[in-house]
């Protein structure tokens, strides 16, 4: 049982544009959103974060977007660099506890 | 701030060898701390959440005594694979949350441990 869903394994964008990944969770239950940026043996680095009262949070090229009804969240990172090249994770907080999706492999082509 | 320390990076041992792995919180200190598993390629799981001065909470489908967890201090978790095998091998990762400084802190993660048994 999935409750944090992440459907594209894969996004590949062209540096400058926009990076837009996506994440479904089910449990309407969970007060806070996080996305984290992971590269391969190393843990994941916090990225930003939403509350479930808010509908958008941003800092920096980083937008997150919250859209409770739909119970969906989207990490909007623009304009995107190679160095944003990375799996990113979205994850839900519930009971004080991070349930986290499958991940998204970004890739930013120069 | 915030930041996690994890060690060892890298175990590689024998079958039948039980490691342990270290969790510290730099500065701050964490009342909880939690202990996740990553298999190649797939999310990662919450295995158990270590509590500073009392039993762990483990996930359901966590073998307890295979997976020892110890937060004896409010900087410091240890997790112990013991007798481990094989299908054991995976990416260890800790956590934990400087809870002082409100709701809305995020986890930070240590590094992780690549476990390799032979």
């Known amino acids: 049982d999935q409750q944090v869903k992440q459907n594209s394994p894969s996004l590949s964008v062209q540096e400058g544009r926009i990076s837009i990944l996506n994440c479904d969770y089910t449990n309407s239950m969970f007060d806070y959103f996080l996305w984290y940026k992971k590269y391969p043996a190393e843990g994941p680095t916090f990225l930003i974060s939403i509350s479930s009262i808010k509908d958008k949070n941003e800092d920096g090229r980083f937008t997150v977007f919250l859209n409770k009804s739909a119970k969906h969240l989207s990490l909007h990172i623009v304009p995107s660099q190679p160095g944003d090249s990375a799996v990113y994770f979205c994850?839900?907080?519930?009971?004080?506890?991070?349930?986290f999706g499958q991940g998204t492999t970004l890739q930013v082509k120069p | 701030g915030a930041v996690v320390s994890q060690h060892p990076s890298w175990v590689i041992c024998k079958s039948g060898t039980s490691v342990k792995i270290e969790c510290r919180s730099l500065d701050f200190q964490a009342t909880t701390m939690f202990w996740y598993r990553q298999f190649p390629k797939q999310s990662l799981m919450l295995m158990a959440t270590?509590?500073?001065?009392?039993?762990?909470?483990?996930e359901q489908g966590v073998e307890k005594d295979k997976f020892l967890i110890n937060h004896a201090s409010l900087t410091l978790s240890t997790l112990t694979v013991t007798s481990a095998h094989p299908e054991d091998s995976s990416f260890y990762i800790c956590?934990?949350?400087?809870?002082?400084?409100?709701?809305?802190?995020?986890?930070?993660f240590g590094d992780g441990t690549r476990l390799s048994i032979l």
């Open positions: 994850a839900a907080r519930g009971g004080g506890k991070l349930i």
């Open positions: 956590s934990a949350r400087d809870e002082t400084r409100g709701i809305s802190q995020p986890q930070h």
């Open positions: 270590s509590n500073e001065g009392s039993k762990a909470t483990y």
